[in-house]
């Protein structure tokens, strides 16, 4: 009996193990894929449906808290896992992000902690409702509530930041003052018109430019330089915080009153470039990502919006049963974690992106990854991915509240069309969305010495 076997070469069937060895080519003849597209839509759609699925963008807490409610927070930009909080009882407490624990806690200030700035030496200063403003060595294991330098004020601060690459930083109170850490008055009064400053904030990138918001619903624009503000513009509502681009010179967000966050361009001030909106209360802080690409929101209806820099509604929505309102958000200097402080005394810790994980990937992982986020946007805008993709469990209070606001946005606008149309043509112009906040805009002139 004879028995007659099938033998093939391996180089056939196995993939190639070195680059001498050539792979053939695939043909992508469309007409040799007739179903290609309808795969490729079944994988975003089950990409879409992942992604929403392993969503988990809480992380936790860091270390035990305080006992107050948490109203400023401060990252180290020179180093990836420090950040300090301050609390409304003068407590602050340095922590180590990696390992959510506390490095340092020291009783600050009597009152509540208004403003935490990090030094150029990674040292940190804070201010306080009690006229002073105190710089904190780090490095040493015990502060024994012992700061390294006082500065006296004549009233209580609001706010402070501090210049990228000097020892000079500025403070908000009753006026705008620019400090030396080497002196203990202040060096230059930088105020124009408002009683009461409420935030100030330096560019990183144009680091003598200097931006500030008052009680008189301004945002005022100084230069350094010249010790002098350069132009102002008045908003209908209060301005609660601002942040400048990082990588965008010219362009800052304003947190407002009116549940709208603005970005403007300092030098046109005539109207905002974007306006982002989905709040349905006060906006208390706004930060922008390292990459300035996208920028976090913290607000009085207890709720964390990311929005990308150039959409106008957010891209997700945090929230917890327990968290109270929002005071203060950060995004981590990888661009990875945004930390919050709330009304509950918690500083949090959350995922820029809720569906991803920083574990260790293989190359075959971060290819199909990669394979599914390009489909997702390819495919971003058929019905039943982008259902999927925007759908959000919102808690009942927010989701009445934001069902209340169309309903009375509607009825503005459905008055104002009925007064329009009774009007004579042109008295009653449409209002652009991005210009009807603003009130108006004012610049200062040199003053001459000669």
């Not at 990696?98 to 208004?114: L, N, Q, W």
């Not at 100030?200 to 010249?226: C, L, P, W, Y």
């Not at 820099?309 to 981590?332: A, L, W």
Request: net charge positive.
């Amino acid at each position: 009996m004879k028995v007659k076997t099938l033998s093939r070469s391996s180089d056939v069937y196995l993939p190639a193990r070195n680059s001498e060895v050539s792979r053939l080519p695939r043909n992508l003849d469309p007409e040799l894929h007739p179903f290609e597209r309808a795969r490729e839509y079944t994988r975003a759609l089950n990409a879409t449906k992942l992604e929403r699925l392993f969503a988990a963008p809480f992380v936790g807490q860091l270390g035990n808290g305080h006992i107050d409610g948490v109203y400023c927070l401060a990252k180290n930009t020179r180093q990836l896992n420090l950040a300090a909080s301050g609390s409304g009882d003068g407590v602050i407490k340095y922590w180590d992000l990696s390992s959510r624990d506390e490095i340092a806690s020291f009783t600050a200030h009597r009152g509540i902690v208004k403003g935490l700035a990090v030094t150029v030496e990674g040292n940190l200063l804070s201010c306080g409702m009690d006229n002073t403003v105190k710089l904190w060595d780090i490095t040493k294991k015990d502060q024994s509530d012992s700061p390294a330098k006082t500065f006296l004020g004549s009233s209580g601060f609001t706010g402070i930041d501090h210049h990228r690459s000097n020892p000079v930083f500025v403070t908000s109170s009753n006026a705008v003052q620019l400090w030396d850490e080497n002196r203990s008055k202040p060096t230059a009064n930088l105020s124009w018109g408002a009683d009461n400053v409420n935030t100030v904030k330096f560019n990183q990138t144009e680091q003598s430019i200097i931006a500030s918001a008052g009680s008189d619903r301004s945002i005022v624009i100084h230069d350094m330089r010249s010790n002098a503000p350069v132009q102002k513009l008045v908003t209908l509502m209060r301005t609660n915080a601002m942040c400048w681009n990082p990588i965008e010179a010219f362009n800052f967000a304003a947190a407002n009153e009116d549940h709208k966050i603005y970005l403007y361009d300092m030098r046109n001030l005539t109207r905002s470039l974007n306006v982002y909106k989905d709040h349905v209360s006060a906006v208390m802080d706004v930060d922008f990502s390292p990459t300035g690409q996208e920028l976090v929101t913290g607000s009085y209806d207890r709720t964390i919006r990311i929005y990308r820099v150039n959409e106008g509604h957010s891209r997700d929505i945090y929230h917890t049963k327990r968290m109270q309102r929002i005071f203060c958000v950060r995004f981590t200097m990888d661009t990875q974690y945004i930390m919050s402080g709330s009304d509950d005394g918690n500083v949090r810790l959350w995922r820029a992106n809720a569906a991803a994980r920083s574990n260790i990937k293989s190359a075959r992982e971060r290819s199909k990854l990669e394979y599914d986020a390009a489909l997702k946007e390819r495919y971003k805008n058929m019905p039943e991915i982008r259902r999927i993709s925007r759908h959000r469990h919102l808690p009942k209070p927010i989701k009445v509240a934001s069902e209340t606001k169309k309903i009375e946005l509607a009825s503005i606008k459905r008055k104002e069309d009925n007064m329009r149309r009774r009007s004579k043509k042109g008295t009653m112009p449409y209002p652009r969305e991005r210009e009807k906040q603003i009130i108006g805009v004012a610049i200062k002139q040199a003053e001459n010495k000669d």
